[in-house]
Every structure is written in structure tokens, then in C-alpha cells.
């Protein structure tokens, strides 16, 4: 639900993981995995005219998904704004509900200065109200589109401080969690009040059970995912390291991967697959405006082949992006973490598919 939490001029459509239409066995619910409300003295202020949850005062609405709406929000005592998302448990499923539970139980295991922050989660007459962290510069998706609107490309000290920070974030959730997020993308990249990245939207992440382990599912949006996604196989961290890739080119090109090759063909989807697994990214424009060695830590990447990706802790290593970095990188922890189920959705969002289908094996 990563979309509503950077400001108004987000996409509101994005919603914690929404359902599947496939049905699976009862699910008993533990009184854990629906946290009990926790109440605290009102505040002696002026209450919002939209009310309040708990302790948090509704300050304005900055969006709305299929499960409830999404409120900036503020509480006695917390300097920061927060974000407040609701999702209505009373109409949910048992599958939806293990969805939601899913994303909550992910979020709160993420501790990482370039992702955005949980706070808590409560529940208040059966709606489960998510607190988040405020990104309140926006998104990278605005960003690029303010420079593309200006005429003037992002500096390459900029993209290379963003590049490391979301390398750092993700290499992160790989190592310590042994997560993929699967949904990379500048909409899904936020920006604190001094420009740091924000890492969102982990509604359809995946943790595996040990770091060699493969997902199978067919998901993320589009323009970002990786030929061995497209082609319906299996896939691991490369997929990740891929869609970092194109958000890296979407930086220097200030232009979305991909959609040169085929803006007016037909065929749709199929077709963006297709070029995405026989076409190469055209770079050549970008080298007379970047440096050698960034255009050659793009193309690296951007593989066809996940096994000649490179690995993220190795490219933050390089002096390029490691001086880039405010801090050095989360080393990776040898313990592996528990399974968690994975999140099967499908959804529309800022124009692009996000498509999901169950493969064999």
C-alpha cells in the first residue's frame, strides 16, 4: 500500500494485497494476528473534524483503495505526521485477511533507514488501522517527472546517492530477510523531507526460506519486471536487481523502460513481454550525459541473464556508490528467517498491469 504514503499527489488507488479469487482451507486466525486496540488519553486539543482513531487525530484524507481510505494523521506527544491506512476486516475473507495479516507481520520486521517506517498496528470496530511513517517529499516518480517537465536531466552525484540508498535498502531485505520486494518502481519509492529514500509498498514481497530458494509467481508491474518473470520461470534476487536496473535508466533517461519500442504496437502485454525478453535498453544517448562507469553499473544491471547480474553488496563496495552512501551497508546475517505465505493479487495501478499467475512446480 506503499503508493498513498509519500502525499496527496500519489496514486490513491494502491491497497494492502488484494484478493485472489482462488479459495484454500479455513484459516484460525490467532487473537495475535488481529491486534487488540490500544487506547490512550485524548488529546485536550481541538479534535479533527474527521475524527480519530485511537490515539490518532485524521488530519486529511491523501488517499483511498479498495479495502478503506488512508488518512495523514497525528498523535499527543509525535512531532511527525503519520500515515494511517484502514483496511475493514468485517468484509474481508479468509484469504484476504491472511493477505493483510501477511503484509503486516512483513512490515514489522523492516528496519532500514531507506524504508519507510511501521509504527503500529490497532483495531478499532473490526477495521485494522496501519501506521506508517510520513514520506513527505514525495515520490521518485514526481521527481523525474518535474525534471523531465524542466528540461534539465538529475545530476549524476543525485542519482548515484538515490541508486546506493535503494541498492542499500534492497540488499537489506534479501540478506537480512531473505526478501524480494517484486514490485520496484519509481511510484514505490519515496522521499523523506531531505530527499532520502523511502523504500514502500511491500504488498506482494516474498520471503523465501533460504537464500538459494526461487519464487514462482508471476508478479510485479510490467515495464520493471525481469525476462525470467515474463517468461513464466522461476526467479530470486536477480529479479530484484533488474527492476533497480530500469529504475536506475528511468533516472537518466527520465523516461519509463521500454515504452519506445512499443508505443503503438499491438499485442499489449504480450508484446511488452516479448520485447522485454529479446530487446536490449538503448544507452547510447545516456553515455554523452553520465559517466563511463555508472553507464556500465546500468548495463551490468540490466542482464538478460540473472546469474550475470551483479550482487548488490558488491556493487555498493564499488568507490562510486559506496561514497554515495550516508552510511555503509546493513551486512547480511547468516540466519534465515521463517516462511511467509506469499501474496497472489492482481490490480491495476498508475496505468500499468500488475499481473499475477501461478506457475507449475
Same mark, same amino acid.
Given at each position: 500500500?506503499? #503508493?498513498?504514503?509519500?502525499? #496527496?499527489? %500519489? ?66 506527544? &509525535? ?14 475473507? &479468509? ?9 503486516? !507481520? ?14 503500529? $498496528?490497532?483495531? &478499532?470496530?473490526? %477495521?485494522?488501522?496501519?501506521?506508517? #511513517?510520513? !514520506? ?34 534492497? $540488499?537489506?531485505?534479501?540478506? #537480512?530477510?531473505?526478501?524480494?520486494? @517484486? ?20 504488498? =506482494? ?17 510490467? *515495464? ?47 508484446? *511488452? ?13 545516456? @553515455? $554523452?550525459?553520465? $559517466? ?27 568507490? *562510486? ?31 500499468? =498491469? ?8
Amino acid at each position: 500500500f506503499g #503508493e498513498v504514503l509519500a502525499s #496527496e499527489k %500519489t496514486d490513491p488507488t494502491a491497497t494492502l494485497a488484494d484478493a485472489s479469487s482462488h479459495r484454500s482451507k479455513p484459516l484460525h486466525l490467532s487473537p495475535k494476528d488481529i491486534m487488540p486496540l490500544q487506547f490512550a488519553a485524548p488529546p485536550v486539543s481541538k479534535k479533527s473534524p474527521l475524527g480519530s482513531r485511537g490515539p490518532y487525530q485524521k488530519l486529511k484524507p491523501i488517499g483511498k483503495g479498495a479495502f478503506g481510505t488512508v488518512f495523514l494523521v497525528s498523535k499527543p506527544n &509525535v512531532p511527525d505526521n503519520l500515515v494511517l491506512k484502514e483496511v475493514g476486516l468485517k468484509g474481508l475473507n &479468509v484469504i484476504e485477511r491472511k493477505q493483510t495479516m501477511n503484509e503486516v !507481520a512483513i512490515l514489522k520486521k523492516l528496519t532500514h533507514p531507506n524504508i519507510i517506517a511501521f509504527h503500529e $498496528s490497532i483495531t &478499532v470496530d473490526q %477495521t485494522l488501522c496501519v501506521i506508517m #511513517e510520513y !514520506a513527505s517529499g514525495g515520490d521518485l516518480a514526481g521527481l523525474i517527472a518535474t525534471q523531465k517537465k524542466s528540461g534539465k536531466r538529475l545530476p549524476e552525484a543525485e542519482i548515484l546517492r538515490m541508486a546506493a540508498e535503494i541498492m542499500s535498502a534492497i $540488499s537489506y531485505c534479501h540478506h #537480512e530477510l531473505h526478501l524480494l520486494h @517484486r514490485d520496484l518502481k519509481p511510484q514505490n519509492i519515496f522521499l523523506g523531507k531531505d530527499g532520502e529514500v523511502k523504500l514502500g509498498d511491500f504488498g =506482494i514481497s516474498k520471503v523465501l526460506g533460504a537464500s538459494k530458494a526461487m519464487a514462482q509467481t508471476q508478479c510485479g508491474t510490467p *515495464l520493471y519486471m525481469a525476462p525470467e518473470i515474463c517468461r513464466g520461470a522461476r526467479y530470486d534476487r536477480g529479479a530484484d536487481v533488474w527492476a533497480i536496473g530500469c529504475v536506475l535508466y528511468e533516472m537518466m533517461s527520465l523516461t519509463p523502460p521500454w515504452v519506445d519500442k512499443v508505443a503503438g504496437a499491438a499485442g499489449g502485454i504480450r508484446a *511488452l513481454m516479448r520485447v522485454i525478453t529479446t530487446s536490449q535498453l538503448n544507452l547510447a544517448p545516456l @553515455r $554523452s550525459h553520465y $559517466s563511463t562507469e555508472l553507464c556500465t553499473i546500468l548495463a551490468s544491471l540490466i542482464s538478460k541473464s540473472s546469474a550475470d547480474r551483479p550482487a548488490l553488496l558488491d556493487l555498493l563496495a564499488k568507490p *562510486l556508490l559506496h561514497s554515495a552512501l550516508p552510511r555503509p551497508p546493513t551486512p547480511p546475517s547468516s540466519a534465515a528467517d521463517g516462511q511467509l505465505a506469499p501474496v497472489s493479487t492482481a490490480r491495476y495501478r498508475n496505468g500499468s =498491469i500488475l499481473l499475477v499467475r501461478r506457475t507449475s512446480g
